[in-house]
Nanobody, 123 residues
Framework: QVQLVESGGGLVQAGGSLRLSCAAS????????MGWFRQAPGKEREFVAA????????YYADSVQGRVTISRDNAKNTVYLQMNSLKPEDTAVYYC????????????????WGQGTQVTVSS
């Protein structure tokens, strides 16, 4: 069992940066691939980024490629999403997720989800 709690969201101006954190509880955190998703008002939840348990490979959505970086610290049971050059269209609730593989996460197939943290980017 893994429980995920996101933090770090907030209001930021366009062009600004935020770093989201996802703290995980559970002894098997390091065996899961971790990912971030987002859901804007009136839209479906979409994949943002994923990282394998070993940090060997990363996946990013085309919409955020070059602007965000996902990382994890297995010793702290925490995964991060550094977001730069934020745009108003990045406004959404951001969710952390844990899954069997990063490929499955990219398809939205996650075993555990966090409650989400709101990111609002003003123009």
């Amino acid at each position: 069992q893994v429980q995920l709690v996101e933090s770090g969201g907030g209001l930021v101006q366009a062009g600004g940066s935020l770093r989201l954190s996802c703290a995980a509880s559970g002894r098997t955190f390091s065996s899961y691939a971790m990912g971030w998703f987002r859901q804007a008002p009136g839209k479906e939840r979409e994949f943002v980024a994923a990282i394998s348990w070993s940090t060997g490979t990363l996946y990013y959505a085309d919409s955020v490629q070059g602007r965000v970086t996902i990382s994890r610290d297995n010793a702290k049971n925490t995964v991060y999403l550094q977001m730069n050059s934020l745009k108003p269209e990045d406004t959404a609730v951001y969710y952390c997720a844990a899954g069997q593989t990063k490929l499955r996460l990219r398809r939205g197939d996650a075993d555990y989800w966090g409650q989400g943290t709101q990111v609002t980017v003003s123009s």
